[in-house]
Structures are given as structure tokens and as C-alpha cells.
């Protein structure tokens, strides 16, 4: 069993923190040290550069949301409603998000598309684990008949994963979460579409 390293897990949490909210490419060594009250020896000696940190930190934000995300759909009956609660754990995008500083896996795409392609491809495979839980609650629902037979349910995953991405943006953007709330209501109208007993 692994050690638990208080000094590793403090600086993890206080990079995912400044990565979040300045970025990666914004955020020093020096800023960590600052903001964790740590001697650059402490960090030094659990990583050897920013990009290890700053990949330690993204898994870490994968968890949280994670575990929100879980949350909010293990109560849940229906593969609609393990579907809205999805996409509520972000209807206070603009000021509560599961993360400080909004999605990360939308704000690590985003920062990591031009360099940096460790971060970039565990983004790519947080964003590919999302799509198919997605999936699979849709999937769920088809075959207890809440849905119709005949749905493309990649399709339809990507969909509102793509739109919840958007809504968290537009949210963050615009320091409100209407477009979270329009985003929600137009789901919940496509999810009734897609249903048998329409």
C-alpha cells in the first residue's frame, strides 16, 4: 500500500486550483510554491518539472468530477433523470462549479490543443470515458423501453455532452447560468422526443 504523502496531495490541489483558474501555461513553479507556502525542494522532490504537476492535477479534477457526477446519478431511477443530473452538477457553472475555474477538462482542451500532447491525450481520453458513461445511461434506457429502439445512442451522447460543454462555457463567458438553464430545458424537450411514451 502507497504512502500517503500530504505535502504531494496539498500540491496537487493547490496546482489543479492556479491551472484552473490562470492556466497552464500562466502558472510558475513560483506560483505553486506561493500559494502552497511550500520550499521549492518539497516540490522538487515529489516531481521533476510543471508538466508532471500539471498531470497529476488534471487526474486529480477528473475525480472530483467524477464523483459528482456519480453522485448526482446513483439516486436517480430513470436514464432521463441520471441524464439531467449530469448535466445540474454544472447549473452554478458561473459561480459554484464541481471545480474552482469551470470545467477543466473543457479548460485543459482547450489550453492543450497547440502543445503539451500528455495533457492533451488524457484529455482526450477523460472527454472519451465521459462520452461513453453518457452512452451507457442512454443505452440503459432503451433497453428498459424508456426510449425508443431505434436511437443512435453515440450520436445522441455526443450531443449533449457537446451542449453541456457549451453551456459551461457560454455560462463562465457570461457570468450567469441562464445558458445553463436553457440548455437543460431544451434537453429535458429532446429526451421527452426520444421517449416511448411520446
Known sequence: MMKEDK?????????????????????SIQDIMSAAELPKGAIYRRFENKNEIALASFEYSGSIVWNHFLEATKSKDSATEK??????????AANNPPVDGGCPLLNTAIETDYGF????????E????TLLFIQSIIEEGVNSKEFLQ????????????????????????SLNNEHMHYSIEQIKKLLQYYSSKN
Not at 500532447?117 to 482526450?124: I, Q
Not at 477523460?126 to 470515458?129: P, T, V
Not at 453541456?164 to 455560462?171: D, N, P, T
Open 7 to 27: 505535502v504531494r496531495d496539498l500540491i496537487i490541489q493547490t496546482s489543479l486550483a492556479l491551472f484552473n483558474k490562470k492556466g497552464y501555461s500562466q502558472t
Open 83 to 92: 441524464l439531467i443530473a449530469m448535466f445540474e452538477v454544472y447549473q452554478d
Open 117 to 124: 500532447p500528455e495533457l492533451h491525450e488524457k484529455a482526450a
Open 126 to 129: 477523460a472527454h472519451n470515458q
Open 150 to 173: 431505434n436511437i443512435d445512442s453515440y450520436s445522441l451522447a455526443s450531443f449533449l455532452f457537446s451542449t453541456l460543454e457549451g453551456a459551461v462555457m457560454a455560462s463562465r463567458l
